[in-house]
């Protein structure tokens, strides 16, 4: 793989981080606002919750996401540079995103099927990101 590949790569995990948080944040901004599902709540399980305190923690979280995607499109101007970003996501962010799945699955607040395919999917992302974090790693 050259160069010009490897640098693809990871352009491509930013951008995967980018679409993911920009999707996550709006749904969770809408939520917010309205306090009813959206149009990607059944995908989030944002629906099963209600209540002021809901809407004030997903508009908390929402900052939160809008943010972080802000931080992956910063990164991806000077994508070998700051590489570390990937790492962050990671440790803590998607470590602790799986932790929260396995604890709402065990409280019974999502289907076993639900945590066991959101932990797989986020382990994924996470698998991309530090070969990404490699990759550019090699580069510099």
């Keep these: 793989?050259?160069?010009?590949?490897?640098?693809?790569?990871i352009r491509i995990g930013?951008?995967?981080g980018i679409i993911l948080?920009?999707?996550?944040?709006?749904?969770m901004f809408l939520a917010s606002l309205t306090g009813m599902p959206n149009f990607l709540s059944p995908i989030f399980s944002l629906a099963i919750f209600s209540g002021l305190f809901y809407r004030y923690a997903i508009a908390i979280g929402a900052a939160m996401m809008f943010g972080?995607?802000?931080?992956l499109i910063w990164a991806d101007r000077?994508?070998?540079?700051?590489k570390d970003i990937f790492?962050?996501?990671c440790f803590p962010v998607m470590i602790l995103l799986m932790y929260s799945n396995i604890l709402s699955g065990s409280l019974g607040l999502i289907s076993i099927g639900e945590m066991i395919f959101r932990?797989?999917?986020?382990?994924?992302?996470?698998?991309?990101f530090v070969f990404c974090y490699f990759l550019?790693?090699?580069?510099s």
Excluded: C, H
């Design 1 to 9: 793989m050259n160069e010009d590949q490897k640098l693809k790569i």
């Design 14 to 16: 930013y951008w995967i």
């Design 21 to 27: 948080d920009l999707l996550f944040a709006i749904e």
């Design 68 to 71: 972080w995607t802000m931080l």
């Design 78 to 82: 000077k994508p070998i540079e700051r």
């Design 87 to 89: 790492l962050l996501t």
């Design 119 to 128: 932990t797989i999917f986020q382990s994924g992302v996470t698998s991309l």
């Design 136 to 139: 550019a790693k090699n580069l």
